[in-house]
T-cell receptor, first 114, second 114 residues
Framework: DTGVSQNPRHKITKRGQNVTFRCDPI?????LYWYRQTLGQGPEFLTYFQNEAQLEKSRLLSDRFSAERPKGSFSTLEIQRTEQGDSAMYLC????????????FGSGTQLSVL | GESVGLHLPTLSVQEGDNSIINCAYSNSASDYFIWYKQESGKGPQFIID?????DKRQGQRVTVLLNKTVKHLSLQIAATQPGDSAVYFC?????????????FGQGTTLQVKP
């Protein structure tokens, strides 16, 4: 068990470009969550998967954001036509249903949109 | 509305003293609460959790107290150490839908003075 892994750790992009982040959850976990965190704030829920099914999306998740978990293992989060307001830390977490909702977080991907 | 918040943005304590970090929540349906610790550049790290059918739970050097009457949660850290310096978040969820989705407060920064 190596924990939740996120890549890249840092991403700098120009406004209007597309970016994609990857999350590898803890292997036996069937739930995977994406959160966004801005400076000085707590993480905000974006979306979550149970196995390969995306079960909930936040209103924060505009149509420029898309997340996938095609085989129920790793997940990707893509942001199209990035805006400066997308600059944030994107956190991935995983859990096992029945494990008291305890989420284990990765170290995040820090996105800076110039 | 649904919100989780902390009373103080920054708490400064002397090494060796006990620390108490407070959190208020507004959703009376919340039935599970977690405290996370987040160090700079890292994702939130699980500290301790508590269900709403309990009012106290102890871990190693940490205690969580839950007062459902006033919707208040606190984290007590005994014999605070420099390594405890971080931002602390309370998070809550409620059982309806069993999504495991956590809602975070804004965080309290704990500074430990040597």
């Amino acid at each position: 068990d190596t924990g939740v892994s996120q890549n890249p750790r840092h991403k700098i992009t120009k406004r209007g470009q597309n970016v994609t982040f990857r999350c590898d959850p803890i292997s036996e976990h069937n739930r995977l969550y994406w959160y966004r965190q801005t400076l000085g704030q707590g993480p905000e829920f974006l979306t979550y998967f149970q196995n390969e099914a995306q079960l909930e999306k936040s209103r924060l998740l505009s149509d420029r954001f898309s997340a996938e978990r095609p085989k129920g293992s790793f997940s990707t989060l893509e942001i199209q036509r990035t805006e400066q307001g997308d600059s944030a830390m994107y956190l991935c977490a995983s859990s096992w249903t029945g494990a008291n909702e305890k989420l284990f977080f990765g170290s995040g991907t820090q996105l800076s949109v110039l | 509305g649904e919100s989780v918040g902390l009373h103080l943005p920054t708490l400064s304590v002397q090494e060796g003293d006990n620390s108490i970090i407070n959190c208020a929540y507004s959703n009376s349906a919340s039935d599970y609460f977690i405290w996370y610790k987040q160090e700079s550049g890292k994702g939130p790290q699980f500290i301790i959790d508590i269900r709403s059918n309990m009012d106290k739970r102890q871990g190693q050097r940490v205690t969580v107290l839950l007062n459902k009457t006033v919707k208040h949660l606190s984290l007590q850290i005994a014999a605070t150490q420099p390594g405890d310096s971080a931002v602390y978040f309370c998070a809550e969820t409620h059982g309806s839908g069993n999504t495991g989705k956590l809602i975070f407060g804004q965080g309290t920064t704990l500074q430990v003075k040597p």
